[in-house]
């Protein structure tokens, strides 16, 4: 099956076999009943597949898990209930005291305060480097190196990274890479086959779509997942609701037409805003002007819905706020990749973590704002930006 049919169809039969329901049931128990004490006993000893407690595997939560799998061409996948507990249970599973963590500079801000503040707290060494350069990788792994933790095209600046170079030296160097897709999930890019050993996810993001739910995921190879299910997922226990799951599912059933869409709409938008007079610059990788353009096409199928751009002349805070007061289709919200448009300003919101220091290392000028392109009709979105930029 392709993508899209997989995401509509993929494990239906399995999960319901009895009505024949064409969507996922929710199941909304906590516990299951065994036949007898045997039975119990083969459960618990895995001699038996089956449930045993929602908080280890839920039909629901699991039919999204199967279907995740699938979207990545991954061999299996936990859900876990936000995209951060998928990037803490990942790093606090691979890392202990005394192992040594790289990453790229600039990464979610969540798991830019999660590396740099709490990992270091149990005995972990951290440091970020910039992953454009592979000489620049080389000369900050250390003998104690174990993972390489990315992002591309990330956040806000929509940098792209060459994903195939940095898991070759990862392999030469025999390290785990951890990659966030949160950004561009297939179609658009497809990590797991460019060499990355395990994909974090947001599912509040592209694949939710729709500013419903919370929820996250981890995607990779057997050899990786089992053991962090069995001795670290079902102890840290950052289960989803089966609730939550069934809106994933639902989500995931529209990915694909929802994102080549708003790629379609953000490249228009790009397009406008890098003729407008009141703009300094754009950042968007389907743009020829973007220095990563070449690299992006070569490893992307499209561009996504998210673009930043910085507002042209002095005092671009301000500026950069009266815009995003003044937009009215657009809202005036965090989060990305819904339905909805969504505009914010990172130096006062996403990105208010960071000192103003490490902002100015990270290239996040005071008057940049990104924004998250829907699904509304393009020619109404770049009105309401005309508008809202025509007073500033
Ligand atoms: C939102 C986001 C996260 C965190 O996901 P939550 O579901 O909010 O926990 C991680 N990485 C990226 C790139 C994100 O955009």
Do not use: W
Request: glycine residues 8%.
């Amino acid at each position: 099956m392709k993508l899209s049919t997989k995401n509509i169809h993929l494990g239906l039969e399995e999960i319901d076999p009895v009505f024949g329901s064409v969507t996922p049931p929710i199941f909304t128990t906590s516990t299951y009943r065994f036949k007898n004490a045997a039975q119990g006993a083969a459960r618990f000893l895995g001699k038996e597949k089956g449930m045993i407690y929602s908080r280890f595997t839920n039909p629901t939560v699991d039919l999204l898990a199967k279907r995740l799998a699938a979207l990545e061409e991954g061999e299996e996948a936990i859900v876990t209930a936000s995209g951060m507990a998928a990037i803490s249970l990942v790093l606090l599973h691979f890392l202990k005291k005394g192992d040594h963590i790289l990453a790229h500079k600039v990464i979610y801000g969540g798991t830019f305060e999660f590396i740099s503040r709490i990992l270091p707290r149990f005995g972990i060494e951290v440091s970020f480097c910039d992953f454009s350069y592979e000489k620049e990788i080389e000369n900050f792994i250390q003998k104690n190196t174990k993972i390489l933790y990315f992002e591309s095209p990330t956040n806000p600046l929509l940098e792209v990274l060459d994903i195939k170079r940095i898991t070759s030296l990862a392999k030469k160097k025999g390290l785990i890479t951890v990659f966030d897709n949160t950004f561009a999930p297939p179609p658009l890019q497809y990590p797991l086959k460019l060499g990355v050993d395990i994909v974090v996810h947001s599912l509040t993001k592209y694949i939710g779509g729709h500013s419903d739910l919370i929820g996250g995921a981890i995607i990779g190879g057997k050899k990786y997942l089992e053991p962090l299910f069995q001795k670290s997922f079902i102890f840290f226990g950052p289960t989803l609701s089966p609730f939550s799951s069934y809106l994933a599912l639902r989500g995931l059933t529209t990915l694909e037409v929802r994102v080549k869409k708003q790629s379609e709409n953000a490249l228009k938008i790009a397009s406008f805003l890098e003729k407008h007079p009141k703009i300094e610059k754009v950042y968007y990788p389907g743009l020829e002007s973007h220095p990563n353009y070449y690299l992006a096409k070569k490893q992307m199928t499209a561009f996504g819905g998210v673009l930043s751009f910085v507002v042209k002349g002095k005092g671009g805070y301000k500026k950069a706020e009266s815009l995003v007061n003044r937009v009215k289709i657009i809202n005036l919200a965090v989060s990305l990749g819904a339905v909805e448009s969504l505009i914010e300003h990172p130096a006062s919101m996403t990105h208010s973590e960071l000192t103003p220091n490490e902002r100015k290392k990270a290239g996040i000028e005071e008057g940049l704002v990104r924004l998250s392109v829907g699904l509304e009709e393009v020619e109404d979105l770049i009105e309401d930006l005309e508008r809202g930029l025509s007073i500033i």
